[in-house]
């Protein structure tokens, strides 16, 4: 490689980077607009078994040769795999066995959840980024380091909190998750919500938001508000706020993210008080 060409590659790559694009799927580069029309001819002598075509992008998405099930008997399963789980500890070993979901075999790892199981606060974003696919725990790079600053600003610790996404497993590129593959991985969540039980429940952004708490209304209408989360045994209070990814990108906001999170630590206060006054 030139000198000349050496800035150039570097400045290709960051942009890789920056749309997500951080991993090979195989060793040589392949054409893949040309790749499936371009005939093969056979060298004089050759059998005249054809010869092996180059991959194409579907098999590239599924490099560990499986394929999810239609969406109808994937969400069922999701449903009738969760429904099941006695525990969080079983809850993720049926995840990570969870093969209906196609995220599973584009992502490193499986990202469940991080931090107090018997937390009495609760945070849900939508889905795991790079990092996350890399550490396999949620909300690690600079949202996640926003996220702790966000916590620490009502008195409390990571350790203290229960952190999950809706999307336990990084879509490619960092896409957005489709709303096959929500609704696939929502009785998970949904399931792990219940096995939590936190006092507060708080959807991070618009995606986590509008599939946790059934709305169609945008952050900025739902932020700030009090929702009724029914798990089926009993009814959480929940509260939408900005992502930690929203508020790197707008500072702005952060103002009214701190008011949020100063009534999600006065609701906290007032459960604390009214457990206690009960026993």
């Known amino acids: 490689m030139s000198s000349d060409s050496a800035p150039a590659a570097r400045d290709l790559i ?38 092996r075509q180059p991959p194409t992008r579907a098999v590239a998405a599924a490099p560990r040769g499986a394929i999810a099930p239609p969406p109808e008997i994937a969400i069922e399963s999701a449903r009738e795999a969760a429904r099941t789980a006695p525990s969080l500890d079983v809850l993720r070993t049926l995840l990570d066995s969870f093969e209906g979901c196609a995220l599973k075999f584009t992502a490193s790892r499986l990202v469940f959840a991080d931090g107090n199981p018997q937390a009495r606060l609760m945070f849900v974003g939508e889905a795991p980024g790079r990092d996350e696919d890399i550490e396999g725990l949620p909300f690690v790079g600079r ?57 507060v429940l708080v959807t991070l952004g618009n995606p986590s938001t509008q599939t946790l708490l059934q709305t ?64």
């Open 143 to 199: 949202s996640g380091q926003l996220l702790n600053r966000m916590i620490a600003a009502i008195g409390l610790k990571r350790g203290d909190v229960y952190i999950a996404n809706v999307i336990p497993w990084r879509p490619p590129g960092n896409r957005t998750p489709t709303p096959q593959e929500t609704q696939i991985c929502l009785p998970f969540i949904r399931r792990q919500i219940e096995l939590v039980n936190p006092d």
């Open 14 to 51: 960051a942009f890789y980077l920056e749309t997500g694009v951080d991993c090979a799927l195989e060793d040589e580069p392949v054409d893949r607009l040309t790749a499936r029309d371009r005939p093969v001819v056979a060298p004089a002598g050759a059998s005249s078994v054809p010869a």
């Open 216 to 279: 169609r209304e945008g952050i900025m209408k739902t932020r700030g508000r009090w929702f009724d989360y029914d798990t089926g045994t009993r009814t959480i209070r929940a509260m939408a706020t900005f992502h930690p990814a929203y508020l790197l990108r707008s500072p702005s906001y952060k103002r009214m993210a701190w008011l949020d999170l100063r009534a999600i630590a006065k609701a906290l206060e007032g459960t604390a008080l009214e457990q206690s006054t009960s026993t």
